[in-house]
């Protein structure tokens, strides 16, 4: 088990933010993986796993615990029950990005949308990471984890991971615990082979943000080409020579609010029903018609609403800093918050709650963190 002298974190992450903890191991294998965590477990020692770092914000104390390293790497390709479609089985600490540009390049269809997101395979199950309308709950089949509780290593289905919008029972909410302590292994998802050809884009929020109309056909290279360029023009694609992609990603979830709240919004402020509108149908047997045809029944639905407009129109706008800081607000991107050089985890902290405070005086909604935090409050 390969113990290594600990590095600062603010070299890890990408907020870069935190000082050396007391101890970390770097796994480059899955049984040095599982080696590790059960000793780490074993010894009741404070701990956590980081892959990209990419999701993490860390106070500026030092972690007084084990942090594990996860560096595993890998892709097995395996046939899949459905017809037109494979599966891969994919590392924990294997790139994500690495991951869809291995599976467009092979013409898989599912995670294309994902293009430039940054961090692991092994994370993107927790957050159900998601962009431009696309979420690995989509075709994730299973997770291999190993169980805190058990030291043991099991499959689970997805249909039991507790999928939701930015979440699962592995996340670590702000001011909650996560419903497991569980470290996944290895992901496995169930892509459409769909080759190099053009074909229809589902779904209205990727058409909008790459310009597309509803009768357009593209091919899946296509959408990763144009996914990264509109992610690099908001600073979200990793790039050491461009201080607004010293962050977190977005700092701040969309908001997911009902519909009666969202009516209170301003009618600019962008937002997509989480649920198809339905229109159901009323069958009445002739025997039993009277001549009065029932209201429909009503439906509620939840309303996912933009949290960078929501910022920018409670008054801070890309690029906003507070006085002496060295944290700030992406120039490209209002939902980044960033280290523009040398900003502590207290600095980005004091800019995070001005924005929560700004955003709930103005439209009386709290935005919550998405990244994990470390010894840090907000």
């Known amino acids: 088990m390969p113990e290594i002298e600990p590095i600062p974190l603010a070299q890890l992450t990408t907020l870069r933010t935190g000082a050396a903890p007391a101890r970390m191991i770097d796994a480059h294998t899955r049984d040095e993986l599982v ?17 990209g770092g990419s999701n993490l914000f860390v106070g500026d104390e030092p972690f007084e615990g084990t942090v594990v390293r996860i560096l595993t790497e890998g892709i097995e390709r395996m046939p899949s029950p459905h017809p037109g479609r494979v599966r891969l089985r994919v590392e924990a600490g294997h790139s994500w990005d690495a991951l869809v540009a291995s599976a467009v390049a092979e ?3 599912g995670i294309e949308a994902m293009s430039g997101i940054p961090g692991t395979v092994g994370a993107a199950p927790v957050q159900n990471i998601g962009a431009y309308g696309q979420e690995i709950a989509e075709t994730l089949v299973e997770v291999e984890l190993i169980d805190e509780e058990s030291g043991d290593v099991q499959t689970v289905p997805a249909s039991e ?5 930015r979440t699962s029972v592995f996340k ?11 470290v996944i292994l290895s992901v496995t998802l169930d892509l459409a082979e769909v080759g ?5 884009v589902a779904g209205e929020q990727l058409r909008t943000a790459l310009g597309l109309g509803p009768e357009a056909s593209v091919s899946v290279g296509w959408i990763r080409d144009h996914v990264l360029e509109t992610r690099r023009r908001k600073g979200m694609v990793l790039d050491a020579d461009d201080p607004d992609t010293s962050s977190a990603g977005s700092f701040f979830q969309n908001a997911i609010v009902s ?3 969202a009516r209170t919004l301003p009618d600019a402020c962008p937002r997509w029903p989480m649920t198809p509108a339905l229109d159901p149908v009323t069958v009445i047997p002739l025997a039993a018609f009277d001549g009065i045809v029932p209201p429909p029944p009503e439906y509620r639905t939840e309303v996912k609403v933009s949290a960078g407009w929501l910022i920018e129109h409670a008054g801070v706008g890309k690029g906003f800093r507070l006085p002496r800081s060295r944290a700030g ?3 490209k991107h209002a939902l980044a918050l960033t280290n523009r050089g040398g900003a502590t985890a207290a600095e980005l902290a004091e800019l995070a709650r001005f924005i929560q405070g700004r955003v709930q005086s103005e439209f009386g909604l ?3 963190p998405e990244p994990v935090l470390v010894g840090v409050e907000i």
């Open 329 to 331: 607000l992406s120039t």
């Open 196 to 200: 190099g050809a053009e074909r229809p």
């Open 259 to 261: 519909e009666s709240f």
């Open 35 to 51: 080696a590790a965590l059960r000793d780490t477990w074993a010894g009741g020692d404070d701990w956590f796993v980081l892959g």
């Open 172 to 182: 670590h909410h702000y001011g909650f615990v996560a419903e497991r302590s569980a």
């Open 107 to 109: 013409g898989l269809a």
């Open 161 to 165: 991971l507790g999928l939701g919008f």
């Open 366 to 368: 709290i935005l919550q």
